[in-house]
């Protein structure tokens, strides 16, 4: 029998054979060189349960040892609320390795005790409880009670990895009320301000620097006149169901070392809000916080947030975006403007004065830069010098190492354009 085809001699095959022993030798050889992971183990760790640690962790046992991957894993770990400093330490032999893991937990039972004053300069206060590692499963658990001259109270329940390592649930609820300022034709009016809501998200984890959230909020608002001007294009008496569909994407670099924080972060928000009446329309909304924080010298931090906002612009007293102490520009006063627009510089530097095992006293001096589209306005209002403000001023912080989250803070504004006003400004945790 003949063969039809190309003819191959003994040395020929010889040669072909050698060189894939040769090849699959090499892989061999190479695969068997690679260090991997045998055991991890964790130390420091009091209250938190390691399976949860471990679930967190991308380095995985019996995977190859990836110093950067590591290397991330401490940052992920330092993120969380129940832990304050992370690192690791790998030894091996004959390219096994055991890695053990390093956390100093913080203390997560944490009061909230907060003054503040209202629109009329009464005296209001707010208490509350969170525990932010409840059973040691990295679940956020907590919830307050204020007191403005009305009742509101709020709990919230957060589990980042409930189901898996990449996916959780947020669930709240809030009945909040308030006496808030509306404005309109260069009048304004004080309402009292009533919102009972429930909101449940779903929360995933792409990977170490990408996460998602999204979900509904189903709320009731409630506006009733109390003193001001009347207008007969805003009633005295507003009571309506709403729904709220809500996205948030974060891009987070940062890496934290206790009070410092160095790296890029990125947050956007967006909602759609739906609700029958003839005074609020559906709207759309969002707003992109892009947060910037750079380590200068040994004791010194840079921070920047730069927030944009933009809603559907509605010429309407019921404005979403609004000028206040607590949200943007530290020294403007409570509440005192609304708008569909919003732009927000805020920067600082931070200098710790001193630092004695657990306690760190932190200074600050800050200027804070914002601009507002009015409701009905043009995107022009953003550059027209009369909504522009800014504010200079300090500020010290309070700050405990252990506990999460231990940052009493005060801050003193002072306006710098026209008409403008001053003031201090209190809180818990950094401003931004």
Known sequence: MKVVGKKYDKQHLFLLKTIIFAVLLLSVNSYSQEKRIEKITFSGVKKTKKHVL?????????????????????????????????????????????????????????????????????????????????????????????????????????????????????????????????????????????????????LYQHDFK???????????????????????????????????????YTFDNLDYNYQYINGFKNEFHGQYVTSENKYQNDFLIFWNDLFYFKRLGEKGNWANRLRVGLSSNNDTPFAPFALDNNLNLRGVGILVDRGTGSIVLNTEYRYTLYEKKWFVLQGNVFTDVGTWRK?????????????????????????????????????????LTKNASKGFVFGIGQYF
């Open 375 to 415: 409701p009905g306005g043009a995107l022009s209002d953003f550059v027209n010098s009369d909504n522009v403000r800014m504010y200079s001023g300090i500020g010290l912080r309070f700050i405990n190492k252990k506990i999460f989250n231990a940052v009493f803070r005060i801050d003193y504004g002072h306006g």
């Open 54 to 202: 471990r679930r967190i962790l991308s380095s995985k046992e019996n995977n190859v040892l990836d110093s950067i991957v590591l290397k991330n894993d401490m940052t992920r770990l330092k993120r969380l609320p129940a832990i304050s400093n992370a690192y690791f330490k790998a030894s091996c032999s004959d390219n096994k390795c055991n890695v053990v893991v390093t956390v100093e937990e913080n203390f997560t039972i944490i009061p909230e005790i907060n003054f503040h004053k209202t629109i009329n300069q009464k005296l209001a206060y707010r208490i509350g409880v969170g525990e932010y590692n409840f059973l040691g499963r990295n679940i956020v658990l907590g919830g307050f009670y204020q007191y403005n001259g009305f009742d509101s109270y709020g709990v919230n329940f957060r589990a980042p990895t409930l189901f898996s390592a990449k996916w959780g649930l947020a669930l709240n609820h809030q009945n909040w009320t308030s006496e808030e300022p509306l404005y309109f034709e260069n009048e304004s009016a004080n309402y009292k301000y009533q919102n009972i809501s429930y909101e449940a998200l779903a």
């Open 210 to 248: 990408n996460q998602l959230q999204f979900g509904v909020n189903f709320f009731k608002e409630k506006y009733n006149y109390l003193n001001g001007s009347i207008s007969s294009e805003v009633p005295t008496e507003l009571n309506v169901d709403k729904k709220l569909l809500k996205l948030i």
